[in-house]
C-alpha cells in the first residue's frame, strides 16, 4: 500500500519562497504520475501541477506558471513542489496524490484519478 507524506508548509511572507516535499512509503513512485492539489479554507480543492512517471511532461495551472516548479527524483521516492513569489492567495493546504499510471501524461485538475493521497501540508503567506 502506497503512502505518502508532505512536509515543507509553513509560514512565509509575501514573495518568499517554500519547497513541498512528498515522499512515497510502501511501494516505489516510479509507476505513479503525482499530482500536487491544494485547499484554501472555504473553497473546493484544486488542481495546482502535476508530473508523470519520467517527470518529462509537467502541468501547472496557467496562473502558477513561472512561479510553481514540479520536479521529482525516483530513487529517492520523492517529488517536489518549489513556490517562489508567494501570494496571500497561495495559503492553502497543499496535498500531494499519487495514480498508477505509466503513460507520458499526468491529470492536473481530475483529482478522481489519483488512488492514494497524503494528509497535507499548511501553507500560509503573510506578512
Known amino acids: 500500500q502506497l503512502q505518502l507524506v508532505e512536509s515543507g508548509g509553513g509560514l512565509v511572507q509575501p514573495g518568499g519562497s517554500l519547497r513541498l516535499s512528498c515522499v512515497a512509503s510502501g511501494s516505489t513512485l516510479d509507476r505513479y504520475a503525482v499530482g500536487w492539489f491544494r485547499q484554501a479554507p472555504g473553497e473546493e480543492r484544486e488542481g495546482v501541477s502535476c508530473i508523470d512517471v519520467e517527470g518529462d511532461y509537467p502541468r501547472y495551472q496557467d496562473y502558477l506558471k513561472g512561479r510553481f516548479t514540479v520536479s521529482r527524483d525516483n530513487a529517492k521516492n520523492t517529488v517536489y513542489l518549489q513556490m517562489d513569489g508567494l501570494r496571500p492567495e497561495d495559503t492553502a493546504i497543499y496535498y500531494c496524490?499519487?495514480?498508477?499510471?505509466?503513460?507520458?501524461?499526468?491529470?492536473?485538475?481530475?483529482?478522481?484519478?489519483?488512488?492514494?493521497w497524503g494528509q497535507g501540508t499548511q501553507v500560509t503567506v503573510s506578512s
Open positions: 496524490a499519487a495514480d498508477y499510471n505509466l503513460r507520458s501524461w499526468c491529470a492536473r485538475d481530475e483529482n478522481w484519478e489519483y488512488d492514494y
